[in-house]
């Protein structure tokens, strides 16, 4: 019913990550769902607030709902939780998706990392990365 979704954990990219000491050093847990109609993942304004993130760069934003409209642009890891391996995103783009109960959506940046299989009416995903 909610479409293919993950539980992932974001923080900052492991460029970012380096400069800082471990204990200045956040993560923040949620849902995040697969986009592959998305060019680039995005995150959730709420979690750029709370891992304390600084925008790298302005892009234009459109989406099926919104004319285009501008966004910042951040340097994220995500990790799908149960998996070795997290990707850096280097152009997260922030966008307000609390309100679809998300922390991110995956979008093709990532899943070019993946493989992904997705079984809609047995509700099942198997993604590998």
Not at 27 to 42: E, K, P, Q, V
Not at 52 to 70: E, F, Q, Y
Not at 96 to 119: E, H, K, P, W
Request: with cysteine; charged share 15%.
């Amino acid at each position: 019913m909610y479409g293919p979704w993950v539980d992932v954990t974001i923080s900052l990219s492991d460029q970012v990550a380096a400069s800082l000491l471990e204990a200045e050093r956040k993560t923040i847990s949620g849902r995040a769902l697969i986009d592959s109609g998305a060019s680039t993942s995005c995150i959730d304004d709420g979690i750029v607030e709370r891992l304390n993130l600084s925008p790298i760069d302005r892009v234009k934003m459109a989406s099926a709902s919104h004319a285009g409209h501008d966004a910042n642009v951040y340097p994220v890891k995500i990790l799908i939780n149960n998996m070795a391996t997290g990707i850096n995103i280097p152009r997260a783009i922030g966008a307000q998706l609390s309100n679809q109960d998300i922390v991110a959506l995956l979008g093709r940046d990532m899943l070019a990392f993946c493989t992904m299989f997705y079984n809609g009416p047995a509700g099942e995903l198997t993604i590998s990365v």
